[in-house]
Nanobody, 124 residues
Framework: QVQLVESGGGLVQPGGSLRLSCAASGRTFSVVAMGWFRQPPGKEREFVAAITWRGGLTYYADSVKGRLTISRDIAKNTMYLQMNSMKPEDTAVYYC?????????????????WGQGTQVTVSS
């Protein structure tokens, strides 16, 4: 089992920045990659970004390239999502997921473990 806990969500104005964290615990040695997904109000969960746990290779959705940056700190078993130049359309519940079977996967069902989610609201 792998447990994931997100933090760092909140209210931010358009153009502002926010950093999300995802702390992992449990059998983290089995994790191959981790990713961020988000679910806007009334919509399906969508891929945001992913990172391979050991190599640090990154993958992004086209809609966030250049504004959002995914990273990880292996020593702290923590993944981050730095969000800059935020837009109202970034408003969503953000979830982190852990993938034990592949890398760079953009489909939510591929991720075996999930956190509880953290709300991000971009509004003036």
């Amino acid at each position: 089992q792998v447990q994931l806990v997100e933090s760092g969500g909140g209210l931010v104005q358009p153009g502002g920045s926010l950093r999300l964290s995802c702390a992992a615990s449990g059998r983290t040695f089995s994790v191959v990659a981790m990713g961020w997904f988000r679910q806007p109000p009334g919509k399906e969960r969508e891929f945001v970004a992913a990172i391979t746990w050991r190599g640090g290779l990154t993958y992004y959705a086209d809609s966030v390239k250049g504004r959002l940056t995914i990273s990880r700190d292996i020593a702290k078993n923590t993944m981050y999502l730095q969000m800059n130049s935020m837009k109202p359309e970034d408003t969503a519940v953000y979830y982190c997921g852990a993938d034990r079977g592949g890398v760079g996967r953009t489909s939510a069902p591929a991720y075996e473990y999930w956190g509880q989610g953290t709300q991000v609201t971009v509004s003036s």
